[in-house]
Protein backbone atom coordinates (compact mmCIF):
# COMPACT_ATOMS: atom_id res chain seq x y z
CA UNK A 1 0.00 0.00 0.00
CA UNK A 2 1.36 3.52 -1.09
CA UNK A 3 -0.09 7.09 0.77
CA UNK A 4 1.09 10.36 0.12
CA UNK A 5 4.05 11.58 -2.00
CA UNK A 6 5.98 14.79 -2.15
CA UNK A 7 7.63 16.13 -5.07
CA UNK A 8 10.46 18.49 -5.83
CA UNK A 9 11.93 19.33 -8.74
CA UNK A 10 15.86 20.67 -8.55
CA UNK A 11 16.42 24.18 -9.81
CA UNK A 12 19.81 23.48 -10.83
CA UNK A 13 19.26 20.18 -13.01
CA UNK A 14 14.96 20.01 -13.87
CA UNK A 15 15.60 16.36 -14.57
CA UNK A 16 16.56 15.43 -10.86
CA UNK A 17 13.34 15.35 -9.27
CA UNK A 18 13.16 13.50 -5.31
CA UNK A 19 10.19 12.14 -4.21
CA UNK A 20 9.51 11.55 -0.51
CA UNK A 21 7.15 8.56 -0.43
CA UNK A 22 4.87 7.31 2.31
CA UNK A 23 4.62 3.15 2.40
CA UNK A 24 5.10 -0.12 3.96
CA UNK A 25 8.92 0.26 5.29
CA UNK A 26 10.93 -1.72 3.03
CA UNK A 27 9.47 0.80 0.28
CA UNK A 28 9.08 3.95 2.19
CA UNK A 29 11.57 6.68 1.87
CA UNK A 30 13.60 9.10 -0.71
CA UNK A 31 13.54 8.07 -3.89
CA UNK A 32 15.26 9.99 -7.38
CA UNK A 33 14.97 10.35 -11.08
CA UNK A 34 18.10 11.46 -12.67
CA UNK A 35 16.13 11.42 -16.49
CA UNK A 36 12.73 13.48 -15.94
CA UNK A 37 10.89 10.80 -14.09
CA UNK A 38 11.24 8.29 -16.43
CA UNK A 39 13.00 5.73 -13.76
CA UNK A 40 12.95 5.64 -9.85
CA UNK A 41 15.79 4.68 -7.75
CA UNK A 42 14.82 4.49 -3.75
CA UNK A 43 18.22 6.26 -2.23
CA UNK A 44 17.43 5.98 1.31
CA UNK A 45 14.62 4.19 3.13
CA UNK A 46 15.48 5.85 6.49
CA UNK A 47 12.52 5.89 8.90
CA UNK A 48 13.06 9.20 10.85
CA UNK A 49 12.39 11.03 7.09
CA UNK A 50 8.73 9.20 6.97
CA UNK A 51 8.57 9.05 10.65
CA UNK A 52 5.33 10.76 10.61
CA UNK A 53 4.00 11.01 7.11
CA UNK A 54 0.47 9.89 8.08
CA UNK A 55 0.83 14.05 9.54
CA UNK A 56 2.70 15.65 6.99
CA UNK A 57 6.13 15.25 4.61
CA UNK A 58 7.76 17.44 2.78
CA UNK A 59 10.68 17.58 0.23
CA UNK A 60 13.16 20.25 -0.71
CA UNK A 61 16.13 20.43 -2.59
CA UNK A 62 18.37 23.38 -2.35
CA UNK A 63 18.00 25.91 -5.37
CA UNK A 64 21.84 26.11 -5.85
CA UNK A 65 23.21 22.32 -5.10
CA UNK A 66 21.42 19.75 -6.78
CA UNK A 67 23.04 17.13 -4.25
CA UNK A 68 21.14 18.70 -1.14
CA UNK A 69 17.52 17.93 -0.16
CA UNK A 70 15.68 18.37 2.83
CA UNK A 71 12.88 15.63 4.21
CA UNK A 72 10.71 17.68 6.55
CA UNK A 73 8.81 15.52 9.20
CA UNK A 74 9.50 15.13 12.79
CA UNK A 75 12.75 15.77 12.90
CA UNK A 76 13.64 18.21 9.89
CA UNK A 77 16.57 16.21 8.24
CA UNK A 78 18.98 17.33 5.58
CA UNK A 79 21.02 15.67 3.01
CA UNK A 80 24.36 16.54 1.00
CA UNK A 81 24.80 13.31 -1.02
CA UNK A 82 21.80 13.39 -3.21
CA UNK A 83 19.46 11.99 -0.51
CA UNK A 84 21.62 9.14 0.39
CA UNK A 85 22.12 9.77 4.15
CA UNK A 86 20.41 12.11 5.98
CA UNK A 87 21.49 14.46 9.29
CA UNK A 88 18.91 15.44 11.79
CA UNK A 89 19.29 19.20 11.31
CA UNK A 90 18.48 21.29 14.97
CA UNK A 91 15.31 23.20 14.81
CA UNK A 92 13.00 25.28 16.91
CA UNK A 93 9.70 23.03 17.36
CA UNK A 94 9.47 18.89 15.91
CA UNK A 95 6.59 20.19 13.97
CA UNK A 96 8.68 21.01 10.35
CA UNK A 97 5.58 22.49 8.14
CA UNK A 98 7.35 23.76 5.97
CA UNK A 99 10.50 25.62 3.67
CA UNK A 100 11.73 28.21 2.00
CA UNK A 101 15.36 29.02 1.28
CA UNK A 102 16.13 32.25 0.05
CA UNK A 103 17.78 31.86 -3.53
CA UNK A 104 19.63 34.91 -3.95
CA UNK A 105 22.35 33.16 -1.45
CA UNK A 106 24.50 30.24 -2.31
CA UNK A 107 24.34 27.28 -0.28
CA UNK A 108 20.75 27.93 1.55
CA UNK A 109 22.77 30.79 3.60
CA UNK A 110 19.56 32.31 4.64
CA UNK A 111 15.80 30.32 4.83
CA UNK A 112 12.67 30.19 6.85
CA UNK A 113 11.21 27.43 8.76
CA UNK A 114 8.00 27.92 9.73
CA UNK A 115 6.84 25.34 12.99
CA UNK A 116 3.73 25.38 15.06
CA UNK A 117 3.64 28.23 16.88
CA UNK A 118 6.95 29.58 15.26
CA UNK A 119 9.52 30.21 12.89
CA UNK A 120 13.03 29.79 12.81
CA UNK A 121 14.73 31.81 10.12
CA UNK A 122 18.93 31.49 9.52
CA UNK A 123 20.71 34.65 8.33
CA UNK A 124 24.40 32.73 7.99
CA UNK A 125 23.66 29.34 7.47
CA UNK A 126 22.34 26.63 10.33
CA UNK A 127 22.68 26.58 12.85
CA UNK A 128 22.83 30.19 13.72
CA UNK A 129 19.22 31.12 13.69
CA UNK A 130 16.38 32.99 15.52
CA UNK A 131 13.01 32.26 16.54
CA UNK A 132 10.17 34.82 15.64
CA UNK A 133 7.56 34.99 17.16
CA UNK A 134 5.77 38.30 16.06
CA UNK A 135 5.21 37.30 13.02
CA UNK A 136 1.18 35.50 11.69
CA UNK A 137 0.94 32.55 10.35
CA UNK A 138 -0.88 29.40 9.84
CA UNK A 139 -1.81 26.52 7.70
CA UNK A 140 -4.70 24.80 6.77
CA UNK A 141 -5.28 21.00 6.99
CA UNK A 142 -8.08 19.67 4.85
CA UNK A 143 -9.76 16.41 6.69
CA UNK A 144 -11.73 14.42 4.14
Known amino acids: MMGKIDLSVSAVNPRRIFALVEAEK ?19 NDPNITSRSWYY ?38 DCHGFWINVKYREADRYVQPACRRRAQS ?4 PARSSVFNVMHSFFLLIQ
Open 26 to 44: EVAGMYTSDDAGATWKLLS
Open 57 to 94: MEVFTDPNNEEVVYALNAPMMKSIDGGKTFESMRVIHG
Open 123 to 126: ENRP
